[in-house]
DNA sequence: ATGGTTGCGCTGCAA
């Protein structure tokens, strides 16, 4: 019992499409009891992880045999306890860089936050951004820093590119529950979205979802997510010629219900072949099942 | 209520 048979048995396959996912699991080794039942039902082609915190020897142990046996490649980077990062493919794994050039570190300590590879022809990062924990600290600097020297490195690259992510940034006021309440704190400030918008990049979720109130990460304290106050700052970010070809993106919402779940909530974006690919005749893409309206609200006794 | 929870790892810090 995985708590997603309910949905799993009808994916449209394509012989082409390509699902690709990235999901903050707040610890894979807490979260193997959720990621695993995940993979089996959604079937991601690729799929970028935030927040192993593991080793890349204990990412192995943990999660290698069961992986090939659900068909996955991987490549993995990460010193454990914080931070680590990693991309599943079914498509393969060419090119695999952890790290990416001028990454900046912080308190003169390297940090496993990017890993990246090309997988079925794109250019897919793995990402988790620093936090900013307050306002003008270190550690703000280090994350605009950080995201200044990402920006040239993907302007640098003609590839077709998916950024996909934790970027602890909210790209507009609709991305958080009260934009009020989150005034002179990070992930809203102009800084930080300047450098999201910087990349030049699709965010594929909002160009999909215009008007909706759609959040990827709820704090697990006070009820939040039964609130639906949540933000969205876990996202694919593309080249244009990559969001061209998206046939849905949504948040999985489920994966965020249920015992021992991440505070993130996975984001699922279907492509459809590339075009110059033969393909045949072109159908309709599926309809996209994010959830509409703000969402389920519980009793709040409980 | 200036709070709340979870993870890491063993003391408080990070988120």
Redesign the pocket.
């Known amino acids: 019992m995985n708590g997603y048979a309910a949905s799993s048995a009808g994916r449209p396959t394509s012989l082409s499409g390509v699902r690709i996912a990235t999901w ?1 699991v ?6 193997v009891p959720r990621l695993l039942p995940w993979l089996e039902d959604r079937q991601p082609e690729v799929v970028c992880l935030q ?1 192993t ?2 080793s890349d020897e204990a990412f192995t142990a943990l999660l290698g045999e069961a992986l090939a046996g659900l068909g996955y490649g991987f490549a993995h980077h990460g010193h ?4 680590g990062v990693a991309i599943l493919s079914r498509l393969g794994l060419d090119d695999v860089e952890r790290d990416f050039p001028g990454q900046p570190e912080f308190a003169g300590a390297a940090e496993a936050r990017a890993i990246s590879a090309t997988c079925g022809g794109v250019r897919v990062h793995s990402l988790y951004v ?4 307050e306002v003008g600290s270190d ?1 703000f600097g280090y994350k605009l820093a950080w995201l200044d020297a990402l920006a040239a490195v993907v302007g640098a690259d003609a590839a077709d590119v998916a950024l996909c992510g ?1 970027m ?1 940034v909210a790209p507009t006021d609709a991305d958080v529950f009260d934009p009020a309440s989150f005034l002179g704190h990070t992930h809203v400030t102009a800084e930080e979205r300047g450098r999201i918008a910087a990349f030049g990049l699709v965010d594929v979720v909002r160009e999909r979802w215009p008007q909706e109130r759609v959040f990827s ?1 709820w ?5 939040m997510f039964h609130q639906d106050l949540g933000m969205r700052i876990d996202l694919v970010l593309t080249s244009r010629g990559v969001a061209d070809r998206v046939a849905a993106a949504w948040v999985d919402r489920q994966a965020r219900k249920g015992s ?4 993130h909530a996975p984001v699922i974006v279907d492509l459809d072949a590339a075009p110059d690919g033969d393909i045949g005749p072109v159908v309709p893409p599926p309809s996209n099942p994010v959830r509409r309206g703000r969402g389920v609200r519980l009793p709040q006794s409980p």
Do not use: C, I, M
């Open positions: 903050n707040n610890s894979v080794k807490t979260r927040e915190k593991l454990g306890q914080w931070n620093p936090n900013g924990r550690h934790d602890n990460y704090d697990y304290r006070a009820g021992g779940p991440s505070d």
